[in-house]
T-cell receptor, first 113, second 112 residues
């Protein structure tokens, strides 16, 4: 089954404790990206990657890191999480032929205390 | 600054009637527009899209209209069904297709 898999689904952590949210897709998509969803703000793009070893900042990259060492994986790293990063996070992927039809993961609800 | 806006946070419609969801954008460089549907505890799923060279695109019960001069698009669902109850996000991208800008979403409730 074609899918984007995020882990974990829920995460509670404390300020400053480094964490990684994993994202993997099995559709051989070149493009992957991360979004956060906050009430009243919709979905905002954090980082995106056009292909392996190519990453770029989205609208709200501060406090986040990403890497794209393999085509299928695109982890989101919070080196020193803060409470304002409490949010619902989505990973998405697509290929160039799909004209932006993103496939989303099920989301990761992160709470930073 | 929000480049894609959905000014109605919620909408209730009777089953069988038309649902109209609206979206406005500010960036005239946007080239491609999409609608996504999101159920609770799931990720958004693609619904329908439209290129800036068109003013209408239809897919079954779903039709998207684009008015470039007004920088406005709308999603029509006819007839509305209870299973359409979800949050709908409007999104836009430029010709490069690298960055996507989403609206804040409209929660649609279809009343049986």
């Amino acid at each position: 089954e074609a899918q984007v898999t995020q882990n974990p689904r829920y995460l509670i952590t404390v300020t400053g404790k480094k964490l990684t949210v994993t994202c993997s897709q099995n559709m051989n998509h070149e493009y992957m990206s991360w979004y956060r969803q906050d009430p009243g703000l919709g979905l905002r793009q954090i980082y995106y990657s056009m292909n392996v070893e190519v990453t770029d900042k989205g609208d709200v990259p501060e406090g986040y890191k990403v890497s794209r060492k393999e085509k299928r994986n695109f982890p989101l790293i919070l080196e020193s999480p803060s409470p304002n990063q409490t949010s619902l996070y989505f990973c998405a992927s697509t290929n160039r032929d799909s004209l932006g039809k993103l496939f989303f993961g099920s989301g990761t609800q992160l709470s930073v205390l | 600054d929000q480049q894609v806006k959905q000014n109605s946070p919620s909408l209730s419609v009777q089953e069988g009637r038309i649902s109209i969801l609206n979206c406005d954008y500010t960036n005239s460089m946007f080239d491609y527009f999409l609608w996504y549907k999101k159920y609770p505890a799931e990720g958004p799923t693609f619904l329908i899209s439209i290129s800036s060279i068109k003013d209408k695109n239809e897919d079954g019960r779903f039709t998207v209209f684009l008015n470039k001069s007004a920088k406005h698009l709308s999603l029509h669902i006819v007839p509305s069904q209870p299973g359409d109850s979800a949050v709908y996000f409007c999104a836009a991208s430029g010709y490069t297709g690298n960055q996507f800008y989403f609206g804040t979403g409209t929660s649609l409730t279809v009343i049986p």
